[in-house]
């Protein structure tokens, strides 16, 4: 394991790698907050007000309509976090900035219902947590998220989120009264079975077994719940599938799904150091694992392909996941969003008499 003495305790990076685009740099108009302190780094959360807050997902491989992130950057360290790449265009690095230096768009409920408002605007699922986690440790000050939920209920908007922390949990009367309208799904990703091997891939993450509180509180309320089981990093965590699996379905999971770990752009350079500062003796296998599948890289941006991964790793993994999610009953159930029930409320004014 690590060197006691330089490893940065509590972070997930190591280092900040070169931003890509350092000619271009972001002003943050204010310092809000200066959050929890760790022995060496601390977080700082920066406001933002952004233009909008709702983007289309056009990614053909992607299952999603429409995502809405409160927050860019995430505290919780994951070392394998896709969304690293993009605080490079906030004129951060991908490394210890992703995770030190959050952005919270403070106008975010306002630009929401601004959207709901718009005139011929139709409902489709807003899918949060989809780049950083909504309930990241800043949101239990700034509710963000909370207030987005609260438009959500307002305007009867369907929404799916995905998150890593059991600050959802906080939200469970809002998360009720909107099951009632079949407005909500709420799932977790869980990737170890071992908490040694989730405090180091996912510093700043709830435990294991919270996450898995998360989809039985859920589902005892009878909201529609799930797991991701992902990133597969095969020679680390790959072995941990079956008993993940199990577990999130005596939870009460109805569906489960996953992605193999895929090292795009910066996340290269930062997730082979933290491999060799936490698994030096078998980071060269697991690192060959992974470039076998996605034919000989670490990366790959083919749509459809990207995610899933090819080869024989790949296909072993694809078969085990769904052998298991066959017997545990996994993915057999539908629970579709109620898309009949949205609506804008009334602003008040004259109403009309036709």
């Known amino acids: 394991m690590q060197d006691e003495q330089q490893y940065i305790k509590g972070r997930g990076a190591q280092f900040n790698p070169d931003n890509k685009f350092r000619k271009h740099h972001y002003a943050q108009e204010e310092d809000i907050d200066l959050w929890e302190k760790t022995d060496k780094i601390e977080t700082r959360i920066f406001q933002d007000k952004s233009k909008t807050i709702i983007n289309k997902v056009t990614a053909a491989d992607v299952p999603l309509e429409l995502s809405a992130n409160p927050y860019q950057g995430c505290e919780h360290?994951?070392?394998?976090?896709?969304?690293?790449?993009?605080?490079?265009?906030?004129?951060?690095?991908?490394?210890?900035?992703f995770e030190t230096k959050?952005?919270?768009?403070?106008?975010?409920?306002?630009l929401l219902r601004k959207a709901f408002d718009k005139k011929g605007y139709r409902p489709q699922v807003l899918s949060l947590s989809m780049n950083t986690d909504c309930y990241q440790p800043v949101e239990r000050k700034l509710r963000l998220t909370r207030q987005l939920l609260e438009i959500c209920l307002e305007y009867r908007h369907p929404v799916n989120i995905l998150t890593k922390n059991a600050l959802v949990l906080r939200d469970m009367d809002i998360l009720t009264e909107m099951h009632q309208y079949q407005l909500v799904h709420v799932s977790t990703s869980v990737t170890a079975a071992d908490e040694d091997l989730r405090k180091v891939l996912e510093p700043r993450t709830s435990t294991i077994a919270t996450r898995l509180k998360i989809v039985e509180t859920c589902a005892i309320a009878g909201i529609p719940t799930g797991i991701m089981f992902a990133p597969i990093i095969p020679g680390l965590n790959d072995t941990d599938m079956f008993e993940v699996l199990r577990r999130a379905r005596?939870?009460?999971?109805?569906w489960a799904g996953y992605t193999i770990v895929r090292l795009n752009g910066a996340i290269e350079a930062i997730f082979h150091d933290w491999l060799l500062k936490n698994f030096p003796d078998k980071a060269e296998k697991v690192w060959h694992?992974?470039?076998?599948?996605?034919?000989?890289?670490?990366?790959?941006s083919r749509a459809g392909i990207r995610m899933r991964g090819e080869g024989q790793i790949a296909e072993m993994i694809r078969a085990q996941f769904k052998l298991y999610c066959n017997k545990l009953g996994l993915n057999k159930e539908s629970h579709p969003h109620n898309m009949e029930a949205f609506k804008v409320p009334?602003?008040?004014g004259q109403l009309s008499l036709f």
């Open 102 to 110: 959050i952005i919270a768009k403070t106008n975010a409920p306002e």
């Open 346 to 348: 009334f602003k008040g």
């Open 77 to 97: 360290g994951c070392i394998y976090c896709y969304a690293r790449n993009t605080h490079e265009y906030w004129g951060y690095s991908a490394g210890l900035d």
């Open 289 to 300: 694992m992974i470039q076998d599948c996605h034919g000989g890289k670490v990366s790959d």
């Open 250 to 254: 005596e939870a009460g999971a109805f």
